[in-house]
């Protein structure tokens, strides 16, 4: 299960946050201990350079792009691979949206077309579409281009 | 000067800080929405304002009930439009606010309207939404269209249907169960992602049909799986038909071949997939794990953090089971441990102190060093505990690691992490009696700059203990005695006590240590005040208060005799009134002990974690609960306790285990007993037993319990008089015999009358290794060196085929009770011979050191050296006497090889014993 995404910008401001499974009061926690992952470690970070870590038996990979840090936090056999792979699909889908790693105002300003993007990536904390192409053209309504 | 000039670029960039939903207020979006109900719908306002809305949503604000309903029913107006960007933003915006059953109503037939559309990509999301808000009543109706969504030739719709049905498996497995052929049927898709979706949701389906999972397993295994994801989860699924076929014969491993094969597929998910389903196969051989390994050890000098990541995760997990497969990484972990990522050097660390080599250690160490100063708390803590079990692994390089605790405990640290640097100093100064000295010492310069009070009191109270029992207690004096100029009341209090404790314990330093205290009389706190005065008063007394120095010690330092539980309830139960709180009314048996022992099995002991006044340890409690039984008080000093031997299935009426009891003349059984059932009391609780097959003990006493309440445990006992000193064993029935009363459950009130009932509970077996105890030596070289070889005894014996080498180690050892010393116990895959050392005390206290050489002579034939030695505690005890002793020794190994079926069959039916009487002849 991928149990949360999390989109903050560089002073650690939630953009996007959604949860799968994680209990509400629960949330905080894990909203302030990514933030904090993220401020101990991603400080001069590369784009999309990928940093891993595991919290009791769930895993954690982030990265930053721009000028937001993106986390992803899951169990079971959603494990560090399995969420690099959900990370490479979110960054790339996101560098494709705003045709560039964004600024906060770029990402803000494409922010519907990010949710609707997120939304075809991860459903209910499954793993839906790879594919940034594909994902491009679903939130168009469009149907993928190989059908 | 010149201003600067104020190129265009800079506008953009104050631009670039204005966030478009900066000052966004919820109310203010919720008069937005209301453009919904507009008649001229504006798509692009629309989704303007819908984009707000899920901005707020992100953000953590939620919406009242109303508000969300509000929201809902104008959303719903937007089918009205045939904007394709504005229909996909309301598709997501009905899943987010996620309408109550009785709203859900309204778009149902909007969403059945698009699950029938031509437009493939209404449908999918239709499916989606319609999946997310139903239940069970509407899915009925739907089912039909999601069963031929889950063929349909487009890939979204197919998984669209696949994933909702993976969730609806939760609500409606009932009805998703019946969808198997359609999902069967898109498990073969060309599509990487349906197949992928249809292979999670078939497994789950079938996931209780073992043989059905198996079939799965095995067609796809033959067949072509075309995304990774899927590959990844076959490979999952493949591991479980292996674990649950239960075979663990080397050779001919069912799957291993595909298992083996992906580890050289191109993906790396795939590859690490296949390579920790290797490592993690039940009774893995080191053939098998040999590829794994490899792959693995490439992958830890991959540029990708998460690939190292992987790789080092899953060969720490390796190297607590298989350490010598492991050691061949060796070189590329230690490069690791100046990894950025701190997680990775963590794992690195650990696992190279789990496959470190004595030689290795002291070089280990100083990469270490280095690497403490910049990793977090968290991850000190798991290497200071990796330390620990190093340290006890290899007790001659006890110096190097406790240098390096002392020098870790001295840097910056929060709480836990420092409680753990000490928790290992003081297992280490329990463990190595070596290390005692410089460890209390190190604990001593840590209390000089402690900010924590805890940590502080703990010392000063383990220093009171082990102190005293030094060669120098007075260097030691000077550190106590700076807590009570420098320390707050608490700490003050603590060093108070054990300067007491030392003034009590060496006569030397009495008239030094009451000058201390006297000057302890002035303190500003009561509690210091008080305990000064009590000790001055105590130990230098006239007799008035105490009439001997036994009886100060007693009172002073002894340990209260009862169970702290019982105390704590007996004092929270306690109102304050002219009548003093009596001590003696406190209940002394140890109630929630068997329970507490049940529940966290395995738990290590956790040094100041546990102070000697708070839970005592096993024996100890065990000890004052005999002792608080008069019947047994002539029985002696109580010589080993075994471990809890269960006499009842679990979740039985009746739960009951028992506890053997050595003692030199006699043998007592505790059997600890649980009364389950709500509704009944047992009164008058005893066991009958029967110990014809014991020829040599006879029953001397049985002490009932006089009532077993449901949910409280209680101690009934038997008593069991044997020759002195002799090793006898034998096996005894046992029968529980009750009387049992209802009980009114709501009431709480008992019936008067009660039936006589009893339950039959399993057998229990004294046996040889009762007699041993496991007392290990730090350095076993020194100490079968030291013992010398005069009174060695040398005896070889064929111990027949064997599952492997580590079976028959094991068996060995368990069945002599000894402990296993420097870490011999575990044999390293495919050695073809091995050497165990092993150490303990024989009833008699008689110290006996083990060295067996195993080697397999043969397929599978173990043959086994036994050389002991034994020591008498005088010395200069004569030579028969010794040899007495090593006779005693032979019967308790010849009565334990009789237990062991195999051993028992060589040594006694095919007369293969050769008996080499070395030196002892």
Redesign the interface.
């Known amino acids: 299960m991928l149990l949360a995404l999390l989109i903050s910008n560089s002073v650690g401001n939630i953009l996007v946050e959604r949860y799968h499974g994680v209990p509400t009061e629960e949330r905080l926690h894990w909203r302030s201990f990514l933030v904090k992952l993220g401020a101990d470690n991603l400080k001069g970070a590369k784009n999309e350079e990928l940093f891993v870590a595991s919290h009791k038996s769930v895993y954690i990979v982030y990265t930053v792009l721009g000028d937001v840090s993106v986390y992803v936090v899951g169990k079971d056999e959603y494990d560090e691979l399995a969420l690099a792979e959900v990370i490479f699909v979110i960054t790339s889908t996101i560098k494709d949206v705003c045709a560039k790693p964004p600024t906060e105002r770029l990402f803000l300003d494409k922010y519907g077309k990010i949710c609707l993007c997120l939304d075809e990536i991860i459903w209910t904390g499954i793993l839906e579409n790879t594919d940034k192409d594909r994902i491009k053209r679903l939130i168009r309504l469009k149907p993928p281009a190989e059908f | 000067m010149a201003q600067p000039l104020v190129k265009k670029d800079d506008d953009r960039d104050d631009?670039?800080?204005?966030?478009?939903?900066l000052g966004i207020e919820k109310g203010a979006v919720l008069q937005e929405a209301r453009v919904f109900n507009d008649p001229q719908l504006d798509p692009r306002r629309c989704?303007?304002v819908?984009?707000k809305l899920?901005?707020l949503l992100?953000?953590?604000e939620s919406f009242t009930k109303v508000e969300a309903t509000e929201v809902f029913f104008a959303v719903t107006k937007l089918f009205q439009s045939r904007d394709?960007?504005l229909?996909?933003?309301v598709y997501?915006m009905i899943?987010e606010l996620s309408p109550s059953a009785d709203e859900v109503i309204i778009v149902t037939s909007s969403l059945m309207k698009d699950m029938n559309s031509k437009?493939?990509?209404?449908r999918a999301?239709a499916i989606?939404v319609l999946c997310?808000i139903t239940d069970g009543t509407l899915l009925t109706q739907i089912e039909r269209y999601l069963k031929q969504a889950i063929v349909d030739?487009?890939?979204?719709v197919a998984?669209a249907a696949l994933?909702s049905g993976?969730?609806l498996l939760q609500t409606n497995p009932e009805i998703v169960k019946r969808w198997s052929n359609e999902v069967q049927e898109a498990v073969q898709s060309r599509a990487a992602?349906v197949q992928f979706?249809a292979l999670?949701l078939l497994h789950q389906i079938r996931q209780n049909d073992r043989l059905a999972v198996s079939k799965l397993v095995t067609s796809l295994t033959r067949g072509t799986v075309r995304s990774p994801?899927a590959q990844?989860?076959l490979i999952?699924y493949t591991s479980q038909v292996i674990r649950e076929s239960g075979s663990t014969q080397t050779g001919d491993r069912p799957f291993y071949d595909f298992l083996e094969g992906c580890l050289r597929h191109k993906a790396?998910?795939v590859i690490?997939?296949a390579a920790r389903a290797i490592t993690e196969l039940n009774g893995v051989t080191s053939r098998e794990l040999t590829p794994a390994i490899t792959v693995l050890q490439l992958f830890l000098s991959s540029s990708?953090?998460?690939?190292r990541?992987?790789a080092v995760?899953t060969l720490n997990k390796v190297a607590m089971t298989h350490p010598m497969a492991v050691t061949n990484c060796n070189i590329d972990m230690e490069s690791l441990i100046s990894d950025q990522?701190r997680?990775?050097a963590t794992l690195a660390i650990t696992t190279l102190l789990k496959t470190g080599n004595e030689s290795s250690v002291d070089r280990l160490m100083k990469q270490i060093t280095n690497f403490m100063s910049d990793i977090?708390d968290e991850f000190k803590i798991v290497v200071v505990e990796a330390i620990r079990s190093l340290c006890l692994k290899f007790p001659l390089k006890y110096r190097s690691l406790m240098n390096f605790l002392s020098n870790i405990l001295r840097e910056e640290g929060g709480f836990e992490y420092k409680k753990a640097i000490v928790d290992s100093i003081v297992i280490l100064i329990r463990d190595i009696p070596d290390a005692k000295e410089s460890g209390l010492l190190h604990l001593c310069e840590f209390i000089e700059d402690c900010e924590f009070t805890y940590l502080s009191t703990q010392i000063l109270h383990f220093l009171g203990i082990e102190g005293p029992k030094t060669s120098d207690p007075s260097k030691y004096i000077r550190y106590i005695y700076n807590r009570v100029h420098l320390e707050n009341a608490t700490v003050r209090a603590s060093a108070v006590s054990t300067l007491a404790k030392f003034g009590a314990l060496v006569d030397s330093l009495k008239p030094r240590i009451f000058v201390l205290l006297r000057r302890c009389l002035f303190d500003s706190d009561d509690e210091v005040r008080d305990r000064a005065t009590l000790y001055i008063n105590t130990l230098g007394g006239d007799g008035s208060v105490v009439e001997t120095d036994k009886d100060v010690k007693d009172f002073l330092f002894g340990s209260l005799d009862l169970p702290l539980v019982n105390l704590e309830t007996s004092l929270k139960t306690y109102e304050p009134s002219e009548e003093p709180f009596d001590i003696n009314s406190v209940p002394k048996e140890i109630k929630s002990q068997p329970l507490a022992e049940k529940k966290a099995p395995g738990k290590k002991p956790t040094g100041l974690g546990a102070p000697p006044a708070a839970p005592l340890s096993t024996v100890d409690a065990y000890e004052k609960l005999l002792s608080s039984i008069p019947e047994f008080a002539n029985f002696g000093k109580l010589f080993k306790s075994s471990a809890p031997v269960e006499l009842t299935e679990a979740e039985t009426e009746y739960s009951v285990n028992a506890v053997k009891h050595i003692f030199d003349s006699n043998v007592v059984f505790q059997y600890n007993c649980t009364n389950t059932i709500p509704d009944q009391l047992l009164e008058n609780v005893t066991v009958i037993v029967d110990s014809s097959e014991a020829e040599e003990f006879a029953e001397v006493l049985s002490k009932p319990m006089r009532s077993l309440p449901y949910d409280t445990p209680g101690q009934t006992f038997v008593a069991f008089e044997k020759p002195e000193g002799v090793p006898a064993v034998g096996k005894f029935s046992n029968m529980l015999k009750f009387i049992v009363k209802e009980v009114d459950p709501t009431t709480g009130e008992t019936e008067d009358d009660g039936v006589e009932d009893e339950y039959q509970l399993e057998d229990l077996e004294v046996v040889a290794a009762d007699y041993m105890l496991k007392v290990g030596v730090s350095n076993f070289r020194n100490a079968w060196e030291s013992m010398g070889d005069d009174f060695e005894r040398v005896d070889e014996y064929g111990l027949g085929p064997r599952e492997s080498l580590a079976e028959a180690v094991n068996a060995v050892i368990n069945l002599l009770g000894m402990q296993p010393c420097e870490g011999t116990e575990a044999v390293p895959n495919n050695s073809r011979s091995h050497t165990c050392l092993l150490s303990g005390v024989y009833i008699g206290n008689v110290r006996v050191l083990a060295r067996i050489s195993f080697g397999v002579d043969g397929p599978k034939d173990v043959a086994m050296k036994l050389a002991v030695r034994s020591e008498d505690e005088a010395r200069a005890a004569c030579c028969n006497n010794i040899l007495l002793k090593c006779k005693v020794f032979r019967k308790f190994l010849q009565n334990n090889l009789r237990s062991l079926d195999p051993l028992y069959y060589w040594c006694y039916f095919h007369n293969r014993i050769s008996y080499n009487h070395s030196r002892t002849n």
């Open positions: 631009e670039a800080e204005y966030s478009p939903f989704s303007q819908i984009t899920l901005y992100n953000q953590g394709i960007g229909r996909r933003m997501l899943k437009t493939d990509m209404y999301n989606r997310r030739k487009n890939p979204v998984s994933v993976i969730h992602l979706h999670a994801l990844c989860l999952r790396e998910m690490f997939e990708k953090p998460v690939l990541f992987a995760r990522n997680s990775i977090a």
